[in-house]
Structure formats: C-alpha cells, structure tokens
C-alpha cells in the first residue's frame, strides 16, 4: 500500500530524516458554531494538493525537492486549549526527531 504523501511527491522526497519542510494537519472543528466542516479542511488540501503544478514561480524551483514529510494528524477534540497543547506538543515532537 502506498503511503499518501503531500503532492503525490516520492516517497523518498516525504521522509522525516529528509524533509525540509513538516506538514502537521490538525482537524479541528470544536468552535464551529455555524455550520461544521473545518476539521476536513486538512484532507481537502491533501487531496487537492495532487492536482496542483509544483513549480514555484517565486523561488524558480520545485519546493518538494527539499522533501516534505506529512505528520499524523493532531486529532486532539476535548476543549481548543487542549488542541493547541497537543498541536504544541506535536510539534516539539518533531523537532526533537529532525534537525529542523
């Protein structure tokens, strides 16, 4: 099975050890008062991030080459001062894991 990564990019380009670039998806819909649907917002992106051209014209280059890893989503739901904690958390995770 092949593991979904940013872009569709390689998976070679979408590894921690490697990646220049950390993408955290945090679902979150807790404050919606309205109408629900923020916590899809991630998956929308993921999805829609593989029909996209991966040119940059501001840098002239294809970002992706430097690598971009996709983190497990921050599902924490329980209050938003929980949710920022965890993504908090989350990230100082992974930067003990990388040398970002």
Known sequence: MK?????????ELAKLETAK??????????TSTWQKGAD??????????????????????EVYQ???FLADA????SSPEAMVEA???ATKNTLKRTNL
Do not use: R, W
Not at 21 to 30: A, F, M, Q, S
């Open 87 to 89: 993504v908090h958390q």
């Open 21 to 30: 670039i950390v993408l955290i998806p945090v679902p979150y819909d807790g």
């Open 66 to 68: 430097q690598g971009v």
């Open 40 to 61: 899809k917002g991630p998956d929308a992106f993921l999805d829609a991030s593989e029909n996209m051209e991966l040119y940059d014209i501001e840098t002239g280059s």
């Open 3 to 11: 593991t979904k990564t940013y872009a569709g990019i390689p998976e």
């Open 74 to 77: 921050v599902t924490e739901n």
